[in-house]
DNA sequence: CGCTTCCATGGAATCGATTCCATCATGCTT
DNA sequence: AAGCATGATGGAATCGATTCCATGGAAGCG
């Protein structure tokens, strides 16, 4: 009843051969058509997989590919878990999944059990900064980043963010002090958004509607999209209109609500995920704020429902599913050399932004 | 520079003792203080981690869990995902993510995957049916079923969705006909949400709202909510009021909008997923009709966004992450004798339902 | 006809762990 | 003091595949 799977041995056997002969005609080797034959039909009969257990021990070389992403709650991470699982289909090879929840700990945690499972590439989302990363590509992991690259150290003045901007435009940061760890990351092959111009198109876009007080709403791992933000409406920039939540909904929506109670005299709302989309949207229904007409607001992240609300959002999308998709490709083609991709994003105009309403 | 990992060999040599130790140091067998405060040592200073390749094949026993759904970018589907990570990460064990897209063959190929890679405990939102389900348990899979049981073959009359029915209730179905097969996958544990309850609730509810021609719209795998709904409605059933759909958003709103056109006399709908139910409030709205004055809407689903619809959706809570969470403790007890277990749905009454606008 | 070449083939080593079993030292009992 | 029990320890087998290498037979060529 409890038929135990057949081994190479088994089919060796039944068809009078060799296992080596029953390797070879499995993957391709040199054989005679009567035996290839004969092995093949034993095989068949006796419903024989060759265990991965077995070959990738043998070969040292694992199969799989890790996937670490923040959340699968977020309709945005599900976009891109569905295109790194295509590719992966398509090639045959198994995904280990793994949730960080933003944090650091964790991430480094499920990067210590892909290791032990062999995995030896990676698709991250990172949570943590280099600290985390480089030894993991030191250790010999083929990584490739996905939506996000890690974040930099702090930096003392907002050099650190030009830099990681002008990485966003394909050219290498000038060699500054800390070169070390933050250039063994970066030559972790990466695929993004064009986050740059997402934001500076969705300031433009509100900056050309008149508004003027313009806020951030940010989350972990927006660090690009907040550089970007400051670039494209600074300076000088109304730091309290810059906020940050951390990755789960209750914060997003604190965070919204503060920012909308402290700074009544905002007009616009940029939202850096749609997490943050949705908090803003609660948390001006909430007080009473009418969108557009008291305020206007653009969310990262072209989700379904964005349609459905009402107004249905204007939004800066970006192609998720493409983005794990050729995240999986490069992680396959495994080449150190891989460089970067940049995958560019659309501002989708719906409904929720319109003009400043003058102050009266 | 690529260094390789270090292996029990090479502890082993470093710490002067024989392989046999240093496993049994590490798997917390018996050793003297002394040498085990060696090997640890070792073991810490060469960052020795045990290859799960080698004690998987040794121990024929595999790591892991496989977890297939049918789409990653349902948020339901999302929320369950996050449930089996939580659970299979506080038990130290990988998951291998598959996403099948209701499509039973790709389901078939994925298991065979997992089947390749000695992962033999599986969860599973099932597509196929029981000829998928059946060879896979003899085989000696560990399956739990999550959130949906396998369809079972067409029944004649609806006896069979009688059967079905009383299963979900905890009893036992009347062993019938076509017993063989479906015994087998019906003794496959499963985590499931109070269907039953969950539409009969709905109907009831949009019954006092006065509203007698209720639609149902479905999508693969919600055979036991149409049948409660087909119960709970009915008889006679108005056969015309209850459509389906394929898995993909166009499908769904191809169905609603087609539903809402061919039948401009119904005044109420219940969509049995979240995917359906933005299908029906993006039809609604296409086609002028106002929610919930011309239409009234139950989705299944309680997804973050229902509350940014306007009006609020009014939902039928099913809780996806307990539904994951669940599902995981039972396939890592791995008992063949676990009952199955049945959680609670909950009718969340919002803005989307109201009183039936009388013909006049 | 004899030698070389080539191909099919099977035995055995290998990958990294676990685990059975034999060995040896130590301490305790009678 | 001798024998026995106990516990620590290392060698070797094992899991299921791949792959190196040796062997043997057939075919080709001078």
């Known amino acids: 009843m409890e038929a135990k799977r057949a081994t190479i041995k088994d089919v060796a056997e039944a068809a009078g051969v ?14 005679s058509p009567r035996t290839r034959e004969r092995v093949l039909a034993v095989a068949a009969q006796l419903d024989y997989r060759p265990s991965a257990l077995g070959r ?35 090639a045959g090879e198994p995904v280990v999944l793994g949730s960080t929840g933003d944090d650091p700990e964790r991430e480094a945690e499920l990067v210590g059990m892909l290791l032990e499972q062999s995995v030896d590439r990676v698709i991250a989302v990172p949570s943590g900064g280099a600290d985390t990363w480089t ?41 500054a002090g800390r070169a070390a760890d933050v250039s063994a990351v970066s030559a972790v092959p990466a695929v993004l958004a064009d986050d740059g111009a997402g934001v500076r ?14 806020a951030f709403l940010g989350g972990p791992g927006h660090d690009r999209r907040v550089a970007a933000f400051r670039e494209a409406v600074g300076p000088p920039v109304d730091e309290e209109l810059v906020v940050f939540a951390t990755g789960s909904r209750d914060s997003a929506y604190a965070a919204a609500s503060g920012l909308f109670q402290s700074r009544p005299d905002l007009t616009a709302v940029l939202a850096a995920g749609n997490v943050l989309g949705e908090a803003a949207v609660l948390a001006a229904r909430e007080l009473d704020l009418r969108v557009p007409r008291d305020v206007s ?23 998720g599913r493409d983005i794990g998709y050729r995240a999986a490709e490069l992680v396959l083609r495994g080449g150190r050399r891989t460089r970067s991709v940049v995958l560019p994003t659309e501002l989708i105009v719906r409904g929720s932004c319109g003009p400043r309403r003058q102050p009266y």
């Open 18 to 31: 060799g296992v080596a002969t029953v390797s070879r005609v499995l993957s391709g080797g040199s054989a």
């Open 56 to 90: 990738n021990l043998r070969q040292r070389r694992t199969g799989g590919i890790g996937l670490l992403v923040p959340d699968l709650t977020d309709t945005f991470f599900g976009q891109l878990a569905e295109g790194v699982l295509a590719c992966a289909r398509s």
């Open 135 to 175: 030894p993991v590509t030191r250790a010999g992991m083929t990584v490739v980043f996905a939506a996000r690259l890690p974040a930099e150290p702090a930096a003392d003045d907002d050099h650190g963010v030009t830099a990681d901007l002008m990485l966003l435009d394909g050219v290498a940061p000038p060699s």
């Open 201 to 214: 198109t969705a300031v433009r876009y509100l900056r050309g509607l008149g508004h003027r007080r313009i």
């Open 297 to 319: 607001l653009v969310m990262y992240d072209d989700v379904p429902w964005a349609e459905l609300c009402s107004p249905p959002l204007t939004v800066i999308a970006q192609p």
